[in-house]
């Protein structure tokens, strides 16, 4: 199984800062790679698609990147209602895989 | 819009079965891959499986022995039954659709297990 590293576990911010989320796969994956945001008591919202690829209805602020086995999500000026659990997961091959999320918090 | 929502029992006894179904509105099961992924307490999270558009279905390798979902086009629903459960199978289950990415999910349905 591809494993999924994210760091880090949890990051501190204050709103206005602008952040980076980690997440590295055990082996390389292309662009297979999908970002979610989840808030107490919420579904999984997702965020980014295959690595950089925008979806419908989710603020510009969040960006992704990367390539082969390293990944980045960009919250560009934290939000207030951004504080949650962002996961990554991969499609690049069965089974699919999550990682173990990076909580943001408010510093 | 998609809309997909889980049902079932919310407590289930250790070495019985648990059972789960997701009703989907506003898309036909007939067109792209609807999973069943868990999340754990302490937020771990767990891609069970899937089935197909076709009927075809992959499970994750840890749960193959146990896991099996179905399908009723007529109905547009999908189901889950994890055999031989234990309290390491208490989590929030979802139902979700695949393609690029899980874009739709239900709402979650807590499955605790306990005598």
């Known amino acids: 199984d591809i494993v999924l590293t994210q760091s880090p576990a949890t990051l501190s911010v204050t709103p206005g800062e602008s952040v980076s989320l980690s997440c590295r796969a055990s082996q390389g994956i292309s662009t297979s790679i999908h970002w979610y945001q989840q808030k107490s008591n919420e579904s999984p919202r997702l965020l980014i698609k295959?690595?950089?690829q925008s979806i419908s209805g989710i603020p510009s602020r969040f960006s992704g990147s990367g390539s082969g086995t390293d990944f980045t999500l960009s919250i560009n000026r934290v939000e207030s209602e951004d504080f949650s659990v962002y996961y990554c997961q991969q499609s690049y091959s069965l089974p699919h895989t999550f990682g173990a999320g990076t909580k943001l918090e408010l510093k | 819009e998609v809309q997909l929502q889980e049902s079932g029992p919310g407590l289930v006894k250790p070495s019985q079965s648990l059972s789960l179904t997701c009703s989907v509105t506003g898309y036909s099961i007939t067109s792209n891959y609807w999973g069943w992924i868990r999340k754990f307490p302490g937020n771990k999270m767990e891609w069970m499986g899937y089935?197909?558009?076709?009927?075809?279905?992959s499970y994750n390798p840890f749960l193959k022995s146990r896991i099996s979902i179905t399908r009723d086009t007529s109905k547009n629903q999908f189901f889950l039954q994890l055999n031989s459960v234990t309290t390491e199978d208490t989590a929030t289950y979802y139902c979700a659709r695949y393609y690029g990415g899980y874009a739709y999910w239900g709402q979650g349905t807590l499955v605790t297990v306990s005598s």
């Open positions: 295959y690595a950089s």
């Open positions: 089935i197909s558009y076709s009927g075809s279905t």
